[in-house]
Structure formats: structure tokens, C-alpha cells
């Protein structure tokens, strides 16, 4: 086991190497030709420019004020500098209640710190029941700080109990207050936010088919009919992934032959030849410069033809459909009420804005998306329970006592002091880190095969399953393996009756396993974020072998964006470690503390400068964080009723029980109480914010700005005139309809698809047109 120097040793090992990234961060972001990769997003902006260093060549490459290196920590200030307004106005609501998770942290666990290393570290460290009861047990000085140390049976486990209930009622507050201020913060976000296509469009979706009408035509009556006075325009949604792939292609031909030609200007005496064969490693040699103007020559030949048929095939289009209304109001009501009597059909839901709309997915029928996720949930269930076997195997492996057995020639080497504490200290958190690397990547191709059709929704339940699984694997997985594997040779010698109370104390002992896993993921990773030493490295390779233009450096900027999707569910699992650790082992919580304080100046300096979010959904995440705080009070309650029960304190349990009652209880309160503004867009504020915009726009008409705010992306490249003449005329004006079902009467209201005449009822026509 880990002890008090062992942990000391990789702590030391852990700030070190934060340290040393600190400094290389500090160093290479006052470079100028680092410029554009630390500070992407003003570029972005158009408020910065490439420094132009004047004088000596090497200016423009080495920042030779040496006065600027003595202030290599001012980033920090500065990044705590910009008032949450002004965050909010330059990176979104999102970026900036994103950090409040952080703050989160913070409040939670620096007041709940001081009152456990008051009250229960002196309680648990003044017993001796490890020295003197359990020696068959495997233990370390870091266990004589948790309630392992307690006597079974004794009144001292009171102590812990009254402490967590002290610890939930300050989670209770912490959550209260801060669901109500980023609930007031969405609406007010809401109401003051400009005008976007999404505030007008619903995506409708299970569009019936209809034997006399296409899609387009029939989704247009539908509105019509329904939603008179309100509807606008719509757009189909087509089946384009063919030709957004040929597109991708074609681009990466482009990039090819940019860099070839760029090759040959440098160096007009030698021809660039290439391999065409796999990876350029075989087949035919060719000029590499003709060889892919050729192959772009006849990819878009080939792009053409299948834009066509994209435009005039009707198996292209889709039973879906973006609607836009002439105001919030209207498209509030459309998108959340029922539009048939049929539950199954005419499915409405907030349109997603058109940057965060993940087109491939809108090509997936609705009605095999149930059969996707029933698929994708049983695979999740297979992944989860079979990673827990290497994950188990290979941590085992990573101790002493596990390297000593699969490798008896190291023995000596491992036996040194300093080696000895770093293998305990630092090499279990590393393995693991490396078993979860590929993880996220592979939950979001299962979440993109479950036909999402938004990146915030993919990005949402990529999180909720690597969540899931960091609880099942890294968290219980290491727990329950981790401490078997330690104490199997106890649990052979001793009889049946005894193991349950041996795991009671065993299950605390794992605390040192994650405080490794802490410095190494949370510290060292955190620092490594920040050095951003793979954009880094891919800008300085693009900027030599592709840039010619600005826009070509611009475009070879690599800003990235948060991550919700791996972030937050690494927040949570520290949440999870110092909920279930408060009250067990409390040497953990500076460990977690110093994570999320390091964590926040970090994200914020990134979201200021770096990151470039790719949507905005204000902050509809928010439900699924503080859901997942509350399972984390919810887990480290049942731990510790298991944990009491153990130690001969079962009278205890009706109290905890009764803790996990009221947590529920409050679950429920505020999700009532406060997930409505996550959900739904109330009419009030719908209706206020038009009656504004009317009266400072009296004559606005959002036809020219909502008809192609939904267009597919591979075709705002081209010029579309089909309908501008129309789109361009007054919203108010009316136009006589006709439908071509022959049981049904004409629709007196605009449109851009049918201008045929209809041999349908006359007196439909004077209740809506003009005289």
C-alpha cells in the first residue's frame, strides 16, 4: 500500500510536471509565430493581428523582451480579470456556465474541507483500531486518517453521520442557489440575445407520405392550414451525405495540391513525383501536381452530376422538414404542442441553430432511430462490463506486488525507495488514463449512429455515457478490484461471516489509488491542456507545407472548443471522489480542491482566448450536471450506509436512509421547479421579445433572412435563384394556394412551390386575401 511518502513522492512528481508545462506554456505563447495558435479566437474576431516585428529577422520569430519573461504568471490575473457580462457577450452563455461548474466545486468542497479536516480527520486519527485489531489487513498511514480507523461499534461513527448531513444540506444550498441564478441567467440570455434562425424554426419531422403531394408540398399545406396566421417558409431536408463526402474529398485533394505546388515553388528545378498506390507507398509513380488536378477536375465533374440528382431525385428528400414562423411566438406554440391526432406523426421540436445542426443524421428515418438506440444501449452495456476486465487486470499489474509476480527480475530495481513510490504513486493513475484514451471517440460514433441530429445532443450523450461508464469503471471497478485484489489472501484464510467487514474497511483504502488518478489526470492533464501541444504542432506543419494566403493560416488555426462531451463527465467523476471521500477519507478533498481551482483559471484562460464554440444552446446542459451531482450525494450515501453496516452500526442506517429520502425529495423540487426553463421557451417571453422587435422594426421581413438560414451546407456554395422572387415579397402579402388533392380545398395563404390553378372551393378564397 501507498504510504504518506509514497503519495508525497508523486505529488511532487505531479507539480512538477505541471510546473514544467506551465513554464513551456508561458514561454511559447509570447512568441509571435506562436501567436495565432494561443490566441485563435481574437483572430477570429478580427480584433488581433500577426505581430510584425520590426527590426532584426529573428523578431519575428523570438520575443527578445526579456522583461516579459519575468511576468510569465500574469496570464492568470488577466484571466480572471473579464466580468462574467463580458464573458457571456465574447464566448457565449454556454462557455461561461460552463466554468460555474468549476465554481461549483469550489463552494462545495473548500467550506465541507475545513469542517472534515476539523471534525472527523482528529476523530479517525486518534483511534488505533489499524494497529491494534485488523493487522491481517493491508493498510497505510493515509487509512489511519479515514473512519477505517474507527472502531466497529463505536460512538465515534455518530460523528460521521452528523457531518454528512451537514455535508448534503450545504451541497442542498450550493445547488439551489446556483440552478436559480443559471436558470434566470438562460431566460435573461434569452430575452437579450439577438435574432436567430432558430428562434423562428421548428425541425418537423415524420412528415407522412402522401400519394398526390412530395414532401415539400405537403409539409407546406400542413402549416398552412394549421398555422395560418404564423407560418412563413420551410426547407426540405434532402439526403446530401454522398455529396458532402465527395466535397470532404475533393478539399483534401485541394490541400494536396496546394502543398505540392507550394513544394515546386520553392524548388522550381525538381518536379514533385507520387506514389498512387496505398499511402504512396506503391503503384504507379506520377506527377503529383497534374496527378491531383486531374483527380480534383473529376471530382467535381462527379459533384455536379450528383448535386442534380440530389435536387431532382424525390427519394433524396427526406419526411422532414425546417419551418420558420414569422415570429417567436409562433414557433413556440408549433414547437411544443401536438400537431396531430396521431402522436407518431408531425413531430415537432426546437430547431437547433443551423452551426449546431449535424446534417448526416437528418438523412436517418425516423422510425429506425428507436431500433438504433435499442442497439447502441446493449453495446454500451457489453463495452461497460467487459472493460471492466483490463481495467482490473492491468491495475492489478501496475502495483508492486503485481509487477514483482509478472516481472521477478525487477525486483531489485523496484525494491529502490524512489522507484518504489513512484510505481505506487504515479503508475496505476497513468495505465488508466491510457485504458480511457480512445474512449471518448468511440462513444461518440455510438451516439452518431443513435441518429442525433444535433452536435450539442451528441455532444450531451456522449457525456451522460462516458459518465456512466467512469462510474461503473473507474469508479466502482477500481474500488471493488482494486480492493479484492488486495485482499484476496485475507479472504481465503478467514471465515465467511468475516469478509463483509474486511471489504467495510478495505473500500476506504482505495482513496490512495485516487489521489494518483487525481494529480495525474486533474493536475497534469489540466497543464497539459493549456501547453496545447498537438495544435500547436499541426499549425507549425500546416503553416510550412500549406499556407500561402492569410486565409490559408487562418484556416490552419485549430481554436477547438470545450468538449462538453469529455470534459464535464471528468468533472463529475471528481464531484463523485469527494462526495463519496468526505466523510470516509478526507485527505482526498485538498487533492480535488486544488483541481478545480487550477481548472478554472485554466478554462477560463481558454475560453477567452482559445476555444471557439462550435453552437450555442444556452445552457441546456445544466439539468444533466446537476443531476449528476446529486447521483454522486446520492452514491456517497449508500457507500457509507454499506460502509456503517459493516462496522456494527446499523442503528444508524434509518438515519442515512432518511438522508437519501430528502436528497430525492430535492432532486425532484428543483427539477420542477427549474428544468422548465431548460425546456420549454415560456409564450410571455416569446411574445415580449416580438412585440419589441415589431415596435423597432416595424417593417422588418425575415423572409430574406430565414429562407436559406437552413439550406444543407454543400449548397450555400452555390447561387440558388429558384424562388427569390418570391422570398423577397412582403410577408403579408396573399397569394391563392391551390393543393393538388382533390379532396381538399385551396389554401389562402403564400407559397413558393405550386402556382397551378385548382378546381377547389371559391369561398375559402376572401376570408384571408386582400380586397
Not at 447502441?376 to 499489474?397: D, E, G, K, N, R
Not at 393538388?740 to 375559402?764: D, F, H, M, W, Y
Request: charged share 20%.
Amino acid at each position: 500500500m501507498a504510504t504518506l511518502g509514497d503519495i508525497g513522492v508523486a505529488a511532487g512528481i505531479n507539480l512538477l510536471s505541471a510546473v514544467v508545462f506551465f513554464l513551456a506554456f508561458a514561454i511559447l505563447r509570447l512568441q509571435p509565430f506562436n501567436d495565432r495558435v494561443y490566441f485563435p479566437k481574437w483572430y477570429l474576431k478580427g480584433l488581433r493581428s500577426s505581430p510584425s516585428g520590426s527590426g532584426a529577422f529573428v523578431r519575428k520569430f523570438v520575443n527578445l523582451d526579456f522583461r516579459s519573461y519575468l511576468r510569465f504568471l500574469h496570464w492568470m490575473p488577466e484571466a480572471l480579470k473579464m466580468p462574467e457580462p463580458e464573458l457571456i457577450e465574447h464566448a457565449g452563455l454556454d462557455s461561461a456556465v460552463y466554468l460555474r461548474i468549476y465554481l461549483i466545486g469550489l463552494k462545495i468542497f473548500v467550506p465541507i474541507a475545513f469542517l472534515a479536516w476539523a471534525v472527523l480527520v482528529p476523530v479517525n486519527y486518534t483511534n488505533k483500531t489499524l494497529e491494534l485489531q485488523l493487522k491481517n489487513v493491508t493498510s497505510s498511514d493515509i487509512d489511519k486518517l479515514s473512519i477505517s480507523n474507527i472502531r466497529r461499534g463505536s460512538d465515534r461513527l455518530w460523528t460521521h453521520i452528523v457531518v454528512a448531513y451537514a455535508f448534503t444540506f450545504w451541497t442542498f444550498y450550493v445547488l439551489l442557489k446556483e440552478y436559480e441564478t443559471v436558470a434566470a441567467m438562460r431566460l435573461q440570455f434569452l430575452a437579450s440575445e439577438k435574432r436567430r434562425p432558430d428562434q423562428f424554426t421548428v425541425l418537423v419531422r415524420n412528415v407522412p407520405p402522401d400519394p398526390d403531394e412530395s414532401v415539400s408540398e405537403s409539409v407546406e399545406h400542413f402549416f398552412l392550414v394549421n398555422h395560418p396566421d404564423t407560418y412563413l417558409t420551410h426547407q426540405a431536408v434532402c439526403n446530401a451525405n454522398k455529396l458532402a463526402k465527395l466535397v470532404k474529398k475533393r478539399k483534401s485533394k485541394q490541400n494536396w495540391l496546394d502543398y505540392y505546388q507550394l513544394k515546386y515553388s520553392r524548388n522550381s528545378a525538381k518536379r514533385p513525383f507520387m506514389k498512387t498506390g496505398f499511402l504512396g507507398l506503391r503503384g504507379e509513380k506520377v506527377d503529383a501536381i497534374d496527378h491531383h488536378i486531374s483527380e480534383i477536375e473529376k471530382l467535381s465533374k462527379e459533384i455536379a452530376e450528383e448535386r442534380e440528382r440530389v435536387k431532382k431525385d424525390p427519394k433524396c428528400i427526406m419526411p422532414a422538414a425546417f419551418v420558420s414562423f414569422k415570429s417567436r411566438w409562433g414557433a413556440a406554440v408549433c414547437a411544443q404542442t401536438q400537431q396531430s391526432r396521431n402522436p407518431t406523426l408531425w413531430l415537432t421540436e426546437w430547431a437547433s441553430e443551423p452551426r449546431d445542426v449535424y446534417w448526416q443524421n437528418l438523412a436517418i428515418p425516423y422510425v429506425s432511430l428507436a431500433v438504433r438506440r435499442l442497439i447502441m444501449a446493449v453495446a454500451f452495456f457489453f463495452l461497460t462490463f467487459f472493460f471492466m476486465i483490463p481495467i482490473a487486470s492491468v491495475q492489478a499489474l501496475a502495483s508492486i506486488e503485481g509487477l514483482e509476480k509478472a516481472a521477478p527480475f525487477l525486483k531489485p530495481l523496484i525494491e529502490i525507495k524512489f522507484i518504489k513510490s513512484v510505481i505506487q504513486g504515479f503508475l496505476p493513475g497513468i495505465v488508466l488514463k491510457l485504458f480511457l484514451i480512445f474512449l471518448p471517440t468511440i462513444l461518440m460514433i455510438m451516439s452518431k449512429f443513435e441518429g442525433f441530429t444535433s452536435i450539442s445532443s451528441l455532444e450531451r450523450r456522449s457525456a451522460t455515457r462516458y459518465y456512466l461508464f467512469n462510474l461503473v469503471n473507474v469508479f466502482l471497478g477500481s474500488v471493488i478490484a482494486g480492493s479484492a485484489l488486495e485482499q484476496l489472501n485475507t479472504f481465503v484464510k478467514q471465515s465467511a461471516n468475516e469478509i463483509p467487514k474486511t471489504i467495510g474497511v478495505a473500500v476506504p483504502m482505495r482513496a490512495t489509488f485516487f489521489i494518483t488518478y487525481i494529480m495525474v489526470d486533474g493536475w497534469a492533464g489540466i497543464a497539459a491542456e493549456i501547453l496545447m501541444l498537438k495544435p500547436l504542432i499541426i499549425y507549425h506543419l500546416k503553416n510550412f507545407f500549406l499556407v500561402k494566403t492569410e486565409k490559408d493560416r487562418e484556416e490552419a488555426m485549430d481554436p477547438g472548443s470545450l468538449g462538453f462531451n469529455t470534459g464535464e463527465p471528468r468533472i463529475q467523476l471528481y464531484f463523485l471522489l469527494g462526495m463519496v471521500y468526505a466523510t470516509i477519507t478526507p485527505v482526498l478533498l485538498p487533492f480535488i480542491i486544488v483541481f478545480f481551482g487550477l481548472a478554472y483559471v485554466v478554462f477560463r484562460h481558454q475560453i477567452i482566448n482559445v476555444y471557439n464554440q462550435e453552437y450555442e444552446s444556452a445552457a441546456a446542459f445544466w439539468p444533466d450536471v446537476h443531476g449528476r451531482i446529486i447521483i454522486a450525494l446520492l452514491i456517497s450515501q449508500i457507500t457509507l450506509i454499506g460502509l456503517l453496516s459493516t462496522m456494527q452500526a446499523a442503528q444508524s442506517t434509518p438515519f442515512l436512509i432518511a438522508l437519501a429520502v430528502l436528497t430525492i425529495w430535492f432532486y425532484r423540487f428543483c427539477k420542477a421547479r427549474y428544468e422548465p426553463a431548460f425546456v420549454r421557451y415560456p409564450l410571455q417571453e416569446a411574445m415580449m421579445k416580438d412585440t419589441l422587435e415589431r415596435a423597432r422594426e416595424p417593417n422588418l421581413n425575415l423572409k430574406p433572412y430565414l429562407h436559406n438560414a437552413y439550406v444543407h451546407p454543400v449548397f450555400k456554395e452555390e447561387d440558388d435563384d429558384d424562388g427569390d422572387d418570391f422570398m423577397f415579397k412582403s410577408e403579408n402579402e396573399s397569394v391563392l394556394v391551390p393543393t393538388k388533392r382533390q379532396s381538399r380545398r385551396n389554401t389562402p395563404v403564400p407559397s413558393r412551390i405550386s402556382g397551378a390553378s385548382s378546381p377547389s372551393l371559391p369561398e375559402a378564397v376572401p376570408e384571408h386575401s386582400e380586397p
